[in-house]
């Protein structure tokens, strides 16, 4: 039976549940199957090997996990057999935190596009940290891991390079590469980060440490930053600066969006918190093809948002991208999407 029969017939269930229900049943049920190896019997439709050198790693193929959808790593092995070419785990933050009240999570099914204001909930840095050390994922070191990093929400926005800092320094030793977001639209001010002098003074201590852990480590793990569609030319100009500037090692674009024109009307369309599916994909490849004005080859971009087929995978490299990752697409369309989008993009 394929991904895609075996998805079918789960999603009429899954979406007669909340959102959030839904996603809570989803992986505890996914880990259970893999802990019995019912998931290694789809192996043979996982996405052929098609290795891509991207911030000085190989990845096996380029469709990786989005963060967001396994916030604490309590189920990398059980998504590694999905067949990425990388998982991305996270946000973490230095505290356990709830995250904001229920409900925070909304489909919106016409739309192929999901609205969350979950707020970084998560159990804290030490128990993420913990959850990765016993997956066997990382101990026989079978793929590439991004560790998706952020503040407390309790934190002051004028504290906040604290709260990355004491994330880095707990899980460096851990990652393939960290990802630093400051684009959550669910956290308080945190967006703020991506203006001029609040960036360059979190890039600069993230960069410092960053050179201070490889030497400790005797490793060097790259820097990534997820950054938000809702930008201007300008302000995607003054980001694509401070990159080069302090030398991080690549750009995830993009985050969720605020922007409700796609949606407007719709049952749920008018919830706060960010947009993520299909209405996000234009606003995601604008940014890219900015960002790829700006940096040429200097340092690789992640396109995420909205992909939801293969082609949409192919716009993304075709706007600047040099990998892609899935979050909202696989609710819709299930696991048969990373073997889809892998298709698509082999040659590219």
Known sequence: MSNK?????????LFSMDAEAAHHFTLPALKRAAAL????LLVSQQPKADPRTVMGITFKNPVGLAAGLDKDGAYIDALADLGFGSIEVGTVTPRAQPGNPKPRMFRLPEAHA???????????????????????????????LGLNIGKNADTPIERATDDYLHCLEKVYHY????????????TKNLRQLQGGSE????????????????????????????????????????????????????VIATNTTLNRDAVTGMLHGAEAGGLSG????????TVIRLLKAELGDALPIIGVGGIMQGLDARMKMEC?????????GLIYAGPALIKDCADALRGH
């Not at 029969?5 to 269930?13: G, V």
């Not at 600047?320 to 909202?328: D, H, M, N, R, T």
């Open 199 to 250: 960036l360059d003074g979190l890039l600069s201590t993230l960069k410092e440490a960053q050179l201070r852990l490889a030497d400790q480590h005797k490793r060097y793990v790259p820097l990534a930053l997820k950054i938000a569609p809702d930008m201007d030319g300008d302000q995607v100009k003054n980001i694509a600066d401070a990159l080069l500037r302090h030398k991080i090692d690549g």
């Open 37 to 40: 190896g019912l998931t290694k």
């Open 114 to 144: 999901i609205i969350n204001r979950m707020g970084f909930n998560n159990g804290g840095v030490d128990a993420f940290v913990a959850n990765v050390q016993a997956s066997r994922f990382y101990q026989n070191k079978e793929g590439v």
């Open 278 to 285: 299909a209405p996000v994909f234009q606003f995601s490849n």
């Open 175 to 186: 990652a393939s590469y960290v990802t630093v977001n400051i684009s959550s639209p669910n």
């Open 320 to 328: 600047g991208a040099q990998l892609v990752q899935l979050y909202s």
């Open 5 to 13: 029969f075996l998805y079918s017939l789960a999603r009429p269930l």
